[in-house]
């Protein structure tokens, strides 16, 4: 799924605080200590690829959106390529480290996601999620049920990753708060993927109802970076489906 529609607004609609962002990238850097290189597997506008490549990392970053690598360079972003996750144009075991941060939950098949990021990645597979999900966006899709619309589910996210198979390590990040007006214009925007094909005389009768729901104050979200080996993903992508 490419991302060219919001790259001009991703990072607005999709903002951490930054001193939250520096302590997640604080984490990172520590944790990644002894590995030099990295794929960043949908870059999109550099959240964590151009503060890794400023501490020093190798970071390659790759994304399937033209607009999202444009924004990453404005950034000062080096070293980005366009390319979908099925088909990454790296030799085998080319990274000691690669870093899925929502990406799982846009490819359909997401099993051949990674085993193509199992085959480049020698030792690390981490991501960056969040513990508890946003109750606008949850209560978005009730609405959407409700109403009879079955949205559609592509892959799954990193979040759901860690119930199939256990992560090697979970640290925990900071706790933050977030405004519900600033969320409920950006969902009014249709700035989210979940929302894009969603007809809009259904989208605006679920916003009158999310406006009457929620309409001030704030809300928490609370990071946690996650981090697998890769021979326990191999474990996974290696069994045989029992029909």
């Not at 690669?98 to 099993?111: G, Q």
């Not at 929302?195 to 259904?202: A, C, K, N, Y």
């Not at 191999?234 to 029992?242: F, K, S, Y």
């Amino acid at each position: 799924m490419s991302f060219d529609r919001v790259a001009e607004v991703y990072d607005e609609t999709r903002s951490i605080p930054s001193e939250v962002m520096e302590r997640i990238v604080r984490i990172l850097v520590d944790e990644l200590k002894g590995y030099k290189t990295v794929l960043d597997a949908g870059v999109g506008t550099g959240r964590y690829a151009k503060p890794l490549q400023d501490s020093g990392f190798d970071v390659v970053g790759l994304d399937v959106s033209s607009k999202m690598l444009r924004r990453a360079a404005e950034k000062g972003t080096g070293d980005l390529l366009k390319g979908d996750v099925y088909n990454l144009p790296f030799k085998g075991s080319s990274f000691d480290v690669t870093i899925s941060a929502s990406l799982l939950h846009l490819v359909k098949d997401w099993k051949k996601a990674l085993i193509e990021i199992t085959r480049v990645t020698r030792d690390l597979l981490i991501s960056v999620v969040h513990k508890n999900p946003n109750p606008l966006s949850e209560a978005y899709t009730e609405l959407l049920r409700k109403s009879g619309y079955t949205p559609e589910r592509l892959g799954i996210s990193e979040w759901e990753l860690k119930d199939i198979v256990k992560p090697t390590k979970v640290i925990p990040g900071p706790t933050y708060e977030l405004s519900v007006k600033e969320r409920l214009t950006y969902l009014n925007q249709r700035a989210y993927s979940h929302q894009w094909d969603i007809p809009e005389d259904l989208h605006k009768q679920i916003m009158r109802e999310l406006k009457k729901r929620f309409n001030k104050g704030v809300f928490c979200r609370e990071a946690e970076v996650l981090m697998w080996k890769m021979n326990r993903l191999e474990d996974l992508l290696q069994q045989t489906p029992v029909c």
